[in-house]
């Protein structure tokens, strides 16, 4: 089993800056790749940015060059620095991770005010 807990979202203008985190516990020795997702209303859960074991990032083109995600593994963090935020970044954002199951965070709420 692993739990993952988010922290860091609120409300931002746009333009403004946040760092999402996601603390990690359990069997997390056996994660293959962590990821963030968002969820807007009314819209699909969709991938944010995923990394891997090994170091590896993915980004979805809409948040590239904007945000960076990355790994703390001494603290079993995983973080999601967002940049020039847009109003069209408003979401729940989830913390994921997987090995041969599938985990999800609580979520965490942006909101970007134009």
């Known amino acids: 089993q692993v739990q993952l807990v988010e922290s860091g979202g609120g409300l931002v203008q746009a333009g403004g800056s946040l760092r999402l985190s996601c603390a990690a516990s359990?069997?997390?020795?056996?994660?293959?790749?962590m990821g963030w997702y968002r969820q807007a209303p009314g819209k699909q859960r969709e991938l944010v940015a995923r990394i891997t074991s090994g170091g590896n990032t993915n980004y979805a083109d809409s948040v590239k060059g904007r945000f960076t995600i990355s790994r703390d593994n001494a603290k079993n963090t995983l973080y999601l620095q967002m940049n020039s935020l847009k109003p069209e970044d408003t979401a729940v954002y989830y913390c994921?991770?997987?090995?041969?199951?599938?985990?999800w965070g609580q979520g965490t709420q942006v909101t970007v005010s134009s």
């Open positions: 359990g069997s997390i020795f056996s994660i293959n790749y």
């Open positions: 994921n991770a997987a090995n041969n199951r599938v985990y």
